[in-house]
């Protein structure tokens, strides 16, 4: 009852009677006896707002006059409050005053930063972030910003939410097709170019039912003519949604994506082509070519790109931290596109989700190329680059636990380092990678033959972009290290790697190796946390520390040792092989004796799911 009490509004020594019969004026005593400081609301207190600031956040200097309003607005807060309706045609007049001294500073990166007052040394709301506590990043040099605008040539844009819907309809197309089953197979009844047409208008015909189901209306359109050639605009799309999706996300179309770039192969065919009536291959948009379009490329110039496009991660960060860069991050966002939607005639929207992308990007280089990055750092803290301690030697003997090669330690702590070195460069120019060999498999001049390559009838392709750039990534490596041990032949179009399809399948499962070890190794000090586990792990392995040389130098040792071909000729140190040991070692990774650490540590499968 006392809480009630105390939330009871105060009516000034007026009682009950008084003001059911109406004697007093209310106002007029409330007015005679007025509220302490501590009692006014807080819209009371904000109602002055200072000379120079924007009158809707009332903490950032104003940089605009809207004429229609006659208020002072900042950039952010005027493209909010006039996004739509009819605010959106009011004029605006830049405002030349001079910054006003106050709380807020601006930051080097060019993004306003905000102090909060209000928070108080006892407050611990984390809730309340304090935009100063973001991470701040000096200017970008000219180097630097053209290199996004090199990336974002490789770089798919995000697709949007209508997108998302046909692209459903494409795998569920792709799905049910039997496309491959039916093509790439010695079959002498019917012409093989035949074959190809009736399987591509199949899956043209399966995506059109499917819209008329999920899409009464577009889809009735669809059907007007009964042509595909007169549709090929929209089947064209729907490929590209396919083949931009798979770039942005690896691990998704794994059973589908092979079935659709290998019908695309063979429309671009001559003949497929004449009896098909229409092509069905159109460019994949990219980041740079939307901006480029718009007039906007000087965007990816701006010194807070790096701040907008940025990859928040929560590794040794509080959350007051992380919710400081979040608020960084979705300023910059705002303050470019409200820029350029206002200097060229994109749409903002469309500036987000060039950004948007970009960041998708950013998370692809920390999940699959940053753990290449963790296990070099973990080789070279762990072991000695010449002189091995005591149980630390990383030497393996051809013909011993499975091994093909012969490497002291110092030789293979070298071909390790370059491994993992190489890796880390081949992630990082995945999106490049991935552009060149869809350029290679859907060339209209290279042609591919079915043929036995051990593992069935496959596409062998010749692929000299993707070579080309390989060989690139690799003198860079080498260049990187300063020597090099093994083999430099990169496999491209012979049995070992048929086409650029296998080579790309081959490296983007990099990380689903490096991950799993990572993630296990980051998790042992929070196992030693539990006293159960901590006497476990000293009584197996000494220490927390023994337990982490263990499991690394039994990858170090036999994720490198050549093994894991088909045959011994096949097996050894070349660009492919290396991965192709590391392979062998997650699929013998139940036998190993510290196997029950990595289900401690949530550990399920090196290979994920294929949904």
Not at 96 to 118: L, Y
Not at 318 to 334: N, T, V
Not at 545 to 559: A, K, N, P, S, T
Request: proline share 3%; net charge negative; glycine share 6%.
């Amino acid at each position: 009852m006392a809480s009630t009490q105390e939330n009871l509004p105060k009516t000034n020594g007026l009682t009950l009677a008084e003001i059911l019969d109406k004697d007093v004026d209310i106002q007029e005593r409330v007015a005679v006896d007025p509220m302490d400081d501590s009692e006014k609301s807080d819209d009371e207190g904000a109602q002055e707002v200072k000379e120079g600031y924007c009158v809707e956040c009332e903490d950032q200097p104003a940089e605009l006059l809207c004429k229609e309003c006659s208020d002072q607005f900042c950039a952010v807060c005027f493209a909010a409050q006039h996004r739509k309706g009819t605010r959106k045609g009011h004029y605006t007049t830049p405002l030349v005053t001079a910054e006003p001294k106050s709380q807020t500073k601006k930051a080097p990166n060019g993004v306003e930063s905000q102090k909060d007052e209000e928070m108080t040394d006892g407050d611990s709301d984390d809730e309340e972030v304090r935009e100063d506590e973001a991470p701040v990043t000096t200017s970008l040099d000219n180097k630097a910003k053209e290199q996004y605008v090199h990336r974002s040539k490789f770089i798919p844009l995000r697709l949007t939410y209508g997108e998302r819907k046909y692209l459903r309809l494409l795998e569920a197309a792709l799905t049910v097709s039997e496309y491959t089953d039916k093509i790439d197979v010695y079959v002498f009844n019917k012409s093989r170019a035949k074959r190809i047409v009736a399987q591509i208008r199949e899956i043209c015909s399966i995506i059109s039912g499917l819209l008329v189901a999920a899409d009464y209306k577009t889809g009735q359109e669809l059907f007007e003519s009964r042509d595909f050639s007169a549709n090929a605009d929209f089947y064209r799309r729907i490929f590209e949604l396919g083949r931009r999706h798979k770039i942005m996300n690896p691990e998704k179309m794994r059973n589908t994506y092979g079935k659709l770039i290998y019908m695309l192969q063979d429309s671009q065919m001559p003949e497929i082509q004449d009896m098909l009536g229409f092509g069905v291959v159109s460019p994949i948009r990219t980041v740079y070519t939307v901006l480029e379009e718009g007039g906007a490329l000087d965007m990816l110039r701006e010194d807070i790109i790096d701040i907008a496009t940025s990859e928040i991660g929560a590794e040794d960060r509080s959350r007051r931290e992380i919710q400081g860069a979040i608020k960084a991050k979705e300023r910059a966002i705002e303050k470019l596109a409200y820029k350029y939607s206002r200097s060229t005639d994109m749409d903002d929207e469309l500036l987000k989700q060039c950004l948007y992308s970009i960041g998708d990007n950013n998370a692809f280089l920390r999940t699959n190329r940053d753990p290449c990055e963790k296990l070099i750092q973990y080789l070279k803290k762990y072991f000695h680059p010449t002189t091995p301690d005591s149980g630390r030697s990383l030497a393996i003997r051809s013909g011993r636990n499975g091994a093909r090669l012969t490497h002291g330690h110092e030789k293979q702590y070298s071909y390790c380092l370059q491994s993992l070195t190489l890796w880390k460069e081949i992630l990082g120019d995945m999106f490049e990678l991935w552009s060149l060999a869809e350029d290679d498999l859907l060339s209209e001049t290279i042609s591919y033959r079915l043929r036995d390559t051990g593992q069935g009838l496959n596409r062998v392709q010749p692929a000299p972009k993707t070579a080309r750039k390989m060989h690139n990534i690799l003198h860079r490596a080498q260049a990187n290290i300063g020597y090099w041990v093994g083999s430099s032949v990169v496999h491209m179009g012979d049995h070992n790697v048929p086409n650029a399809h296998f080579f790309l399948d081959k490296y983007t499962q990099v990380y689903r190796i490096t991950n799993p070890i990572c993630n296990t190794l980051g998790k042992i000090p929070e196992l030693m946390k539990k006293p159960s586990l901590k006497k476990f792990v000293e009584t197996e392995y000494g220490s927390e520390e023994g337990l982490m040389v263990e499991i690394l130098g039994d990858f170090f040792r036999h994720g490198f040792d050549g093994s894991g071909a088909d045959n011994f000729f096949d097996a050894g140190s070349c660009i492919d092989g290396r991965l192709t040991s590391a392979w062998e070692w997650c699929n013998n990774l139940e036998k190993k004796k510290y196997f029950p650490v990595f289900l401690l540590t949530g550990f399920w499968s090196f290979d994920g799911e294929f949904n």
